[in-house]
């Protein structure tokens, strides 16, 4: 199976189980691989034939900076449920949100959550 990238892409948004997380927000990163066969794109070179970069973005930034949730597993689960019901040349994908700055004490880059989901 193919695949396609779209790695690094960054937010702000407001999830969180801690109230300050929902009312300050925070900064949020999120890559996805997107499993589909790519063969008629390479093909033909008609961007018809797959998936726009984008269009990927546009949807991973309105769920980002949408409506607030509390867990990350929550928003991986709601990116990879749009991105499958919303490109049908999507078979599978995997989506990974990092939260960079969480409101915990430590030392650390990053926590993150990468879950892979495909069609039923």
Known sequence: MDKMYVNGMK???????????????????????????????????????????????????????????????SLAETIAALLLVKFSLIDEVTVKVIKPDPPIPGHYDSVAVEIHRGRK
Do not use: C, W
């Open 11 to 73: 937010f702000y948004g407001y999830h969180g189980v801690f109230p300050e997380e929902q009312k300050l927000g925070q900064r949020f990163n999120v890559d996805v691989t997107l499993q589909m066969d790519l063969s008629k794109a390479g093909l033909t070179d008609d961007l018809e034939q797959t998936v726009n970069y984008k269009e990927i973005y546009d949807a991973v930034k309105g769920i980002v900076e949408g409506d607030p949730v509390k867990l990350l597993e």
